[in-house]
């Protein structure tokens, strides 16, 4: 029997206590500190999804330094294709959109309309469809105008400008040195764990890292599948909106079912305005069954597995609450500490299910 029975809970106390304060601070710190922290945390991110490529490629011999350059270089090569290639092709679409918007309200009104009359015995015309296209080119003018006001205001602000270049600097630099010295953060971080509960903080950080990454890197993945099937798709059928529609589809497709019923929804109304018939409407939710189709039985399988453990409500929720309380930072963080939160509640569940008060009869 221990000479001091009261000792054991007594330390326990002191590092509840310290965990929680240190904790408090962390989320001072993360709130005061947001703006200054953003560029760190996308190249944190950056460097956690590339840090298993780096270990892959160390495996065929090749040095730390030359691993990291080699997946540096191709996170950056995918930034600039994004940026060269997706957003003028995204702006295209969305001014595509801009001048379809009249189209749409005209169908709304001499199409939708009219059948909703029919079936409610409504016989009082709700609105114009002029009138409101209209009332939209005006308002979009003004909207123009007013961007253009905002955008030549901050490009004329100094601290503005110098802030962008020195996140758009800081982003690669941050995420080279954490690509390289990642594994050396992580084994300090484990040096510095008490000795008496290393292997358990180990063993959750794994679990931690095992949902996080399959989260991360597989859902990321399925995304892109699926924005681009649903791309294709919608393109062989002649849609406009393809890229638009397709990319908005897969961007949401992290909720089960979601990118399934927007992007059926908006494509159908697209179609229906585009083509006037309905062959083509049968024709986008052929291409949206196909997807979920692959989704189902290719994509997820083979990209996710089944590791995953947060619940879709849940990576909703973390999201928002994380950007209602810290903005951009607190979007970056949502997902991490929403995984630290499930695993340490799994591990909660486990001890209390194994407890001689959750066994007690009586």
Known sequence: ???????????????????????????????????????????ALLAYLGDPLVDRLETYKLSRT?????????????LLLLILVGIPLLENQIRTLIGKVPSYIEWFQNTVIPWIQARLNMDAQIFNANDLAAAFKEHWQKVGGAAAT????????????????????????????????????KLRLSEL????????????????????GAFLRGQLMVMLA?????????????LDLALLIGMLAGLVSFVPYLGFIVGILVAGVAAAVQFQDVFHILLVVAVFTVGQMLEGM???????????????????????AGGHLFGFVGIILALPLAAIIMVLLREARDRYVRSAFYARRK
Do not use: Q
């Open 193 to 212: 764990m008490p000795r008496g509960v290393e292997p358990t903080v180990n063993r959750l950080a794994c679990e931690c890292d095992v949902m996080l």
């Open 66 to 78: 030359i691993a990291v350059v080699v997946v540096f270089m191709g996170i950056l090569l995918v």
């Open 298 to 320: 290719l994509f997820t399988p083979l990209l996710v597995g089944d590791r995953i453990g947060l619940h879709p409500v849940m990576v909703i929720f973390a999201v928002m």
């Open 150 to 185: 905002i955008v030549g205001s901050v490009s004329r602000s100094g601290i503005a400008v110098i802030e962008f270049f020195v996140t758009l600097v800081l982003v690669p630099i941050a995420t080279f040195y954490l690509l390289r010295d990642w594994d050396i953060m």
């Open 1 to 43: 029997r221990s000479p001091n029975p009261g000792k054991p809970r007594v330390v326990t106390v002191v590092a509840a206590t310290v965990v929680v304060v240190a904790a408090a601070v962390v989320v001072w710190l993360l709130y005061i500190l947001a703006p200054v922290l953003t560029p760190f945390l996308i190249a």
């Open 226 to 238: 699926l924005g681009s099937v649903y791309t294709l798709g919608l393109w062989l059928i002649g």
